[in-house]
């Protein structure tokens, strides 16, 4: 995409969403926002494309993204020991955005955004060092408006557990606004108190689990998570592990 096709709105800010980009058809809007990196974005600026060419999923996985789902990318610059609990913590966001259409979504350790035992959205958080600053892109997906027959297997969608389309700009707004309050939040010093709401909603913590990590699988119980959100797994030898990126099947 061209500088010249974007529908652009942005304007400088540090809040959420106070720069905002709008795309129609773009390859990945985490890329899109990798690129206003390298122009010296400010904390805060948002990208949402229509639909994505080349979606990303954690672990190099790829992202369905046809049109009617909710794709977006958020820059934060947070301090470098931060970065992976706030992308953990931000799944809060897109759950508690979800509650005035009267749905309690769940969270899969770490970013999957649960309805019932189907995956609805998820978050990739990339990291990029640019001037000695760390910039934390956090990309969402949300399967909103998205027929069950385009989705990969095991995801649903807003459009088929609601069985009508939602406004996808009003969930986005939903989100941006949520995503502001928790920034504020944990950069209060609150990160204690939204690990408890992500405790509360991750549906992870107390279950059998197969853990697949760069370093082998581990099964057993995920018991607990330590105060910088790794998942702390007790082993079927009694041993326990701190998982810190894996992909995790609920198996009980
Ligand atoms: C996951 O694997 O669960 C994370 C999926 C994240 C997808 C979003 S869509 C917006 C942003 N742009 C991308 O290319 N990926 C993220």
């Not at 106070?18 to 773009?26: D, P």
């Not at 995956?119 to 001037?131: D, H, T, V, W, Y």
């Not at 509360?200 to 107390?206: E, F, S």
Request: hydrophobic share 40%.
């Amino acid at each position: 995409m061209t500088a010249a096709s974007m529908a652009m709105d942005v304007k400088r800010g540090t809040r959420v969403g106070e720069a905002l980009m709008r795309l129609g058809a773009t390859d990945s809007t985490n890329e899109r926002l990798r690129e206003m990196v390298e122009q010296g974005a400010a904390e805060g600026t948002v990208v949402v494309a229509e639909s994505q060419s080349q979606g990303r999923g954690r672990h190099g996985r790829s992202w369905a993204s046809p049109r009617g789902g909710l794709y977006l990318s958020v820059l934060l610059k947070p301090k470098p020991e931060e970065a992976s609990l706030l992308t953990l913590l931000s799944g809060i966001a897109p759950a508690r955005a979800l509650t005035p259409l009267g749905l309690k979504a769940h969270l899969k350790w770490p970013n999957d955004l649960m309805l019932g035992r189907a995956k609805l959205g998820g978050i990739l958080g990339e990291a990029i060092l640019r001037r000695k600053e760390l910039h934390l892109i956090l990309g969402f997906g949300l399967n909103a408006n998205v027929p069950r027959a385009k989705l990969p297997e095991g995801a649903t969608s807003l459009l088929q557990i609601l069985g009508r389309k939602v406004d996808v700009e009003e969930l986005m707004q939903g989100i941006l606004a949520q995503l502001e309050t928790l920034f504020s939040t944990f950069k209060a010093g609150g990160a204690e108190e939204l690990l408890r709401e992500y405790r509360i909603l991750c549906t992870t913590l107390g279950r059998k689990v197969e853990v697949r990590t760069a370093s082998g699988n581990i099964r057993g119980a995920a018991v607990d998570l330590t105060p910088h959100g790794l998942l702390v797994v007790e082993d079927d030898r009694g041993r326990r592990h701190e998982v810190a990126d894996a992909t995790v099947r609920h198996v009980a």
